[in-house]
């Protein structure tokens, strides 16, 4: 059974940084891409970041593009997600979440291409 656990949330002033990480775990779990999303109270939950296991290919959310860089460490099977120049917008719960499926060409941006979720991680930056 995977598990991921997410880590590196907290409070922090508008445009300050955090470092989220996520841990992977599981003796089957190859992944072919990782992703990070959020939630905000009363919203649906969306794409932030996802990166690409075998390559490393990213891609980004609009309203974070410039601002957050996700990364991964395979020999660790961790992704992070830095995120530089908070916005009090920014906050949200952060769900870490991993794909073994394989999407050519795709940007792993929707929800239903991920089978393994995180419990989230709080993030909340003060105006």
């Known amino acids: 059974q995977v598990q991921l656990v997410e880590s590196g949330g907290g409070l922090v002033q508008a445009g300050g940084s955090l470092r989220l990480s996520c841990a992977a775990s599981?003796?089957?779990?190859?992944?072919?891409?990782m992703g990070w999303f959020r939630q905000a109270p009363g919203k649906e939950r969306e794409f932030v970041a996802a990166i690409r296991w075998s390559n490393g290919w990213t891609y980004y959310g609009d309203y974070v593009k410039g601002r957050f860089t996700i990364s991964r460490d395979n020999a660790k099977m961790t992704v992070y997600l830095q995120m530089n120049s908070l916005k009090p917008e920014d906050t949200a719960v952060y769900y870490c979440?991993?794909?073994?499926?394989?999407?050519?060409?795709?940007?792993?941006?929707?929800?239903?291409?991920?089978?393994?979720w995180g419990q989230g991680t709080q993030v909340t930056v003060s105006s």
């Open positions: 599981g003796r089957t779990f190859s992944p072919s891409a």
């Open positions: 979440a991993g794909s073994q499926a394989s999407y050519s060409g795709r940007t792993y941006s929707s929800r239903r291409m991920y089978d393994s």
